[in-house]
């Protein structure tokens, strides 16, 4: 059976090669080799015209919306944010509609991380702006701290990792209020929600953390499973 092919968001930005410096489609390497040791073949998708978001949908196996920068608070309805960094609006505009066609043809979709903020906000969701202020302490955003997470067992994701999960992933931004048809299924110890799930769809999952790191495969199977069906 051949692989299925499975769509990773990029980034578009400057890079140096050699002696030039050109804009440069650019992704983590760690994403491809994790769907490649799960069975299928990632290509990059890179942030250019959402008019193509459809044909990508249509023509992908799967797609990880991966993670990256913030996303800009206008796009929810919040103030703008300077501690969150400058927002992306090409990457922005592109993968909300790339999100939105994958909900619509029912792609089976993993979105990592800023991808999950992505899936919520393409929902109609919103996100806390900035998490430190909102949950009053810094352990989310803290590099290297690693906590557990509670998971629903019923969940893809709870079939995939089981009902708890240790994860690292530092984040200034979490999902606030949850879009049409999006359910929380993992919860930080604050409640923070740390994993969604969107009913009626085959297969979409939405996790906080960065399951491409640190060597645990599970969620790149199911998604490549969820794939080949």
């Given amino acids: 059976m051949p692989r299925p092919l499975i769509g990773v968001t990029a980034y578009l930005e400057a890079a140096r090669w050699g002696d030039w410096v050109r804009e440069a489609v650019l992704s983590p390497p760690a994403y491809a080799r ?11 998708v890179p942030p250019m015209s959402a008019a193509v978001t459809g044909d990508y949908a249509r023509r992908l196996s799967g797609l990880v919306l991966a993670g990256g ?3 800009d608070p206008s796009l929810y309805g919040a103030a703008p944010e300077s501690r969150a960094g400058a927002p992306q609006p090409h990457r922005d505009r592109f993968e909300l509609a790339l999100a939105r066609a994958a909900v619509r043809e029912g792609l089976p979709l993993l979105a990592v991380a800023r991808g999950m903020h992505v899936l919520n906000v393409s929902q109609g969701g919103s996100l806390i702006p900035w998490l430190p202020d909102e949950v009053g302490h810094d352990r989310h955003s803290a590099p290297g701290h690693a906590h557990t997470i509670q998971v629903s067992v019923s969940s893809n994701l ?8 240790e994860v690292t992933a530092p984040h200034h931004q979490a999902v606030k209020r949850l879009g049409t048809g999006l359910l929380a299924v993992a919860w930080a110890d ?32 199911a998604l490549v499973q969820a794939a080949r069906r």
């Fill in 190 to 221: 604050d409640q923070i929600v740390e994993g969604v799930e969107l009913q009626g769809h085959p297969f979409c999952v939405g996790v906080q953390w960065h399951p491409e790191r640190g060597g645990d495969n599970r969620l790149f199977e």
């Fill in 158 to 165: 709870g079939k995939a990792v089981g009902d708890h999960a």
């Fill in 69 to 71: 920068g913030t996303l």
């Fill in 34 to 44: 994790e769907i490649e040791k799960a069975g299928g073949i990632a290509v990059l």
